[in-house]
């Protein structure tokens, strides 16, 4: 599938843009996975856990005990609420955004500071379901003026794990159905 084939949804990802100089290369792939923070690793590898897991219980969840579901269940929350808090200590304020939209091929936000065309990022995007982290580089595609002095900036992912292209595939998703979820509810109330 050629990335640029993914969809993006409309929604406020916390995310840490830091950019680059402008004669930065990237790493290649094993010096990147190496460069990767460890915790951003754990977060990765416990997401994946958590999702193959969630399909073997959707499959076996029938003749399961209702009780023990309800006690994995709360288990997997506690640790999820843990991960999340442990992952927010990764934020730095100094360089805090927000997505207008994200998918797994880019995103776009809006700032007060303009970057370079072609100039290369580096990138942490905080995801809150499935709570994880994702750690990239990227490159500004387009940076437009927007609203007097901000600009909508849309980077393109330049170095990302496909374990964390999954989980931003799982996030967006995730989100869409959040919002069909929400619009069913609205016209169901109209009626």
Same mark, same amino acid.
């Given at each position: 599938?050629?990335?640029?084939?993914?969809?993006?949804?409309?929604? !406020?990802?916390?995310?840490?843009?830091? &950019?680059?100089?402008?004669?930065?290369?990237?790493?290649?792939?094993?010096?990147?996975?190496?460069?990767?923070?460890?915790?951003?690793?754990?977060?990765?590898? %416990?997401? #994946? $856990?958590e999702?193959?897991?969630?399909?073997?219980?959707?499959?076996?969840?029938k003749?399961?005990?209702?009780?023990?579901?309800?006690?994995?269940?709360?288990?997997? +929350?506690?640790?999820?609420?843990?991960?999340?808090?442990? $992952? *927010?200590?990764? =934020? =730095?304020?100094? /360089?805090?955004?927000?997505?207008?939209t994200? !998918?797994?091929?880019?995103?776009?936000?809006?700032?007060?500071? &303009?970057? #370079?065309? !072609? +100039?290369?990022?580096?990138?942490k995007?905080?995801?809150?379901? &499935?709570?994880?982290?994702?750690? %990239?580089?990227?490159?500004?595609? @387009? %940076?437009?003026?927007? =609203? !007097?002095?901000?600009?909508?900036?849309?980077?393109? /992912?330049?170095?990302?794990?496909?374990?964390? *292209? @999954? $989980?931003?595939?799982?996030?967006?998703?995730?989100?869409?159905?959040?919002?069909?979820?929400? *619009?069913? $509810?609205?016209?169901?109330?109209?009626?």
């Amino acid at each position: 599938m050629n990335q640029d084939e993914y969809f993006s949804v409309h929604a !406020g990802l916390t995310i840490n843009v830091e &950019p680059l100089p402008e004669q930065f290369s990237l790493p290649d792939d094993q010096a990147f996975l190496q460069e990767i923070p460890p915790l951003f690793r754990v977060a990765s590898e %416990c997401s #994946e $856990l958590e999702h193959n897991a969630d399909k073997v219980l959707q499959q076996e969840s029938k003749s399961m005990n209702r009780t023990l579901l309800d006690y994995l269940a709360a288990q997997n +929350n506690k640790i999820n609420l843990l991960l999340a808090f442990v $992952l *927010r200590q990764q =934020d =730095d304020p100094a /360089y805090r955004q927000l997505t207008e939209t994200f !998918g797994a091929s880019q995103l776009t936000y809006v700032s007060q500071q &303009p970057l #370079e065309t !072609g +100039n290369q990022v580096r990138l942490k995007l905080f995801l809150e379901n &499935p709570p994880a982290a994702v750690y %990239c580089y990227a490159d500004v595609q @387009d %940076c437009q003026p927007v =609203d !007097g002095d901000a600009f909508q900036i849309t980077l393109h /992912y330049t170095r990302l794990q496909e374990e964390d *292209r @999954d $989980l931003l595939i799982r996030a967006a998703l995730h989100i869409q159905q959040k919002m069909l979820r929400q *619009r069913a $509810l609205q016209r169901s109330e109209k009626q």
